[in-house]
């Protein structure tokens, strides 16, 4: 099992152009997210998605969109790059299980991370 | 706002030593907590968690303990090694929230001298 894999590792883009980010999961996970990385402020959820289907805003989801494309895959979109979205950007996922104590299934595993730069 | 809290940025330790990372927590409704470790350049790793219901967890050389009066954990590294030098994020979540969704601290940047 790969686990969680994002592409690209890299990315430089221009202030104002368009890319996405790729994200795939093969644990046939319920639940996926996206967060960014600054120093100094920690992991910030920008969307997830709870289920196939759904899509929610998490604490800093301006300028960006998502998409679930399917159980497998979740993709960040950033139509107008700034440079204010320079930052390290992870996806994750969980199972999402039914809950109970303790279970593990409440963990989030997460992929290496796109270092994006807007210049 | 920021719900989950670590202070204290970074913390030098030396090999065989204890680590000891503190977290603390404002709202209320959270009821579980997991601590993750970061290398650079990689993603998170989960490390051990810990629900409500107990005030302890252990899995080998590291313990998380839980002070929910006082909302506050703590993670325990005994003996600290080399490899643990890492960027430690304590996060807490809401199991009643259904969507599993963690608020997560700045993170402890750990470094362990041999």
């Known amino acids: 099992n790969a686990g969680v894999t994002q592409t690209p590792k890299f990315q430089v883009l221009k202030t104002g152009q368009s890319m996405t980010l790729q994200c795939a999961q093969d644990?046939?996970?319920?639940?996926m997210y996206w967060y960014r990385q600054d120093p100094g402020m920690g992991l910030r959820l920008i969307y997830y998605?709870?289920?196939?289907?759904?899509?929610d805003k998490g604490e800093v989801p301006n300028g960006y969109n998502v998409s679930r494309l399917n159980k497998r895959e979740f993709s960040l979109r950033l139509e107008s790059a700034a440079p204010s979205q320079t930052s390290v950007y992870f996806c994750?996922?969980?199972?999402?299980?039914?809950?109970?104590?303790?279970?593990?299934?409440?963990?989030?595993?997460f992929g290496p991370g796109t270092r994006l730069t807007v210049t | 706002d920021q719900q989950v809290k670590q202070n204290s940025p970074s913390l030098s330790v030396q090999e065989g030593r204890i680590s000891i990372l503190n977290c603390d927590y404002t709202n209320s409704m959270f009821d579980y907590f997991l601590w993750y470790k970061k290398y650079p350049a990689e993603g998170p790793t989960f490390l051990i968690s810990?629900?409500?219901?107990?005030d302890k967890n252990e899995d080998g050389r590291f313990t998380v303990f839980l002070n929910k009066s006082a909302k506050h954990l703590s993670l325990h590294i005994v003996p600290s090694q080399p490899g643990d030098s890492a960027v430690y994020f304590c996060a807490a979540s809401s199991l009643s929230g259904g969507n599993n969704r963690l608020a997560f601290g700045k993170g402890n940047q750990v470094v362990v001298i041999p």
């Open positions: 994750a996922s969980s199972s999402g299980a039914s809950r109970g104590p303790g279970g593990k299934s409440y963990e989030q595993y």
């Open positions: 810990i629900s409500s219901i107990k």
């Open positions: 644990m046939n996970h319920n639940s």
């Open positions: 998605s709870a289920s196939e289907g759904t899509t």
